[in-house]
């Protein structure tokens, strides 16, 4: 039962008036409370369940704010404590030692799922999980984009951890020599950054645009998508190369795989075909329209341009199936 109300109480906790910040929302028992208040704040006092509890409170001045450490008494409970001064509270746990803390920074309003529990990232992007020993696999879902990451937790360990979204893919996964495609990288970082710094990591002899560098701000919680223009030369060799997009203010990369082939499934080539241009694009978006399957009627028993083989009715029918059963 125990186990079951700390799930309750985490419902509750956080930020109940301006003023007052916590090091953490959730400690252990030998952990100290640390808090910081503006100067001229008062003094910060601790209560449970409406009953106040005498805190040994250590002050130490800081540039522009005091930091506070308290020594809760011995025989203090476990649970939920309202931490107040004369301008605001804060809500803080103290949970066993035999459970583990995992305090997670994400977009904000993201959803975090652990052990079956789910919490919702706060206006900052912070939420935090008590759990029972073990390993786990930590779910975050912010709109559609969604991440998973293994996570051990450990009796009385404090484990924190930063969730950054930065997931790359491209136009096609397969193009033949010569041609471009497009190289996206998709982010949802849980803090502004006033520039985005991007590095591109390609094969010898592969050309971008726009080039690597700096890009327009980022701002927490929202999708940002940046894009690439990539030149695959026309000696380049077959099979599959790595397409790196490195975000060192982020401390992430995201990676996608493209194969280069000498020809191309049937339906890459329809989905990418540009019909008023009369050729294969590859850094058009992957999509079957009723004018590409007319272009691709024409084909059904020649040889399709860039697959190298006859286009087949089944294989038309296929394609048509797709295109009415829409997006």
């Known amino acids: 039962m125990r186990t079951a109300a700390f799930a309750i109480g985490l419902l509750y906790l956080g930020l109940v008036g ?14 100290p409370l640390v808090v910081w208040t503006a100067p001229g704040e008062g003094v910060p006092t601790a209560s449970i369940a409406g009953a106040s509890w005498p805190v040994a409170w250590c002050q130490v001045a800081e540039t522009g704010r005091l930091r506070w450490e308290g020594s809760f008494p011995a025989e203090a409970p476990l649970g939920v404590w309202l931490v107040c ?55 975050a879902a912010f709109g559609n984009e969604r991440l998973t990451r293994p996570v051990g937790i450990r009796s009385g360990e404090r484990t924190q951890l930063t969730l950054i979204l ?3 893919e491209v136009s096609t996964s397969t193009t033949v020599p ?19 710094v991007a590095d591109l990591a390609l094969p010898a002899g592969w050309g971008a645009l726009p080039k690597p560098g700096l890009f327009e701000p980022l701002s927490a919680g929202e999708l940002t998508v940046r894009s690439w223009r990539v030149s695959i030369p ?26 280069v082939a000498d020809r ?24 079957v329209t009723y004018a590409r399957l007319l272009w691709a009627t024409s084909f ?11 286009f ?9 199936a797709e295109w009415q059963k829409g997006p």
């Not at 301006?18 to 952990?31: D, K, Q, R, Y």
């Open 18 to 31: 301006a003023g007052l910040e916590v090091a953490h929302p959730a400690l252990f028992p030998s952990e």
């Open 85 to 139: 001064t004369d301008r605001g509270c804060h809500a803080s746990l103290r949970v066993p030692e035999a459970h583990g803390l995992l305090e997670v920074e994400a977009a904000p309003g993201a959803t975090l799922i652990l052990g079956g529990h789910t919490r919702i990232a706060d206006a900052a992007g912070r939420a935090f999980f008590v759990a029972a020993p073990g390993d786990y696999e930590l779910v």
């Open 166 to 168: 930065a997931t790359a």
């Open 178 to 196: 010569g041609h471009i495609v497009t190289l996206s990288v998709r982010i949802v970082a849980p803090r502004d950054l006033p520039t985005l």
């Open 234 to 259: 026309a000696d380049a060799l077959h099979g599959e190369h790595a397409l790196t997009v490195g975000l060192p203010d982020l401390g992430v990369e995201a990676r996608a795989v493209l194969t």
């Open 264 to 287: 191309l499934p049937s339906r890459v080539v329809v989905c990418h075909w540009d019909v008023t241009a009369d050729w294969l694009d590859l850094s058009l978006p992957c999509e």
């Open 300 to 310: 059904v028993g020649r040889e399709l341009p860039f697959a190298g083989r006859v």
């Open 312 to 320: 087949t009715r089944s294989e038309l029918d296929a394609l048509a």
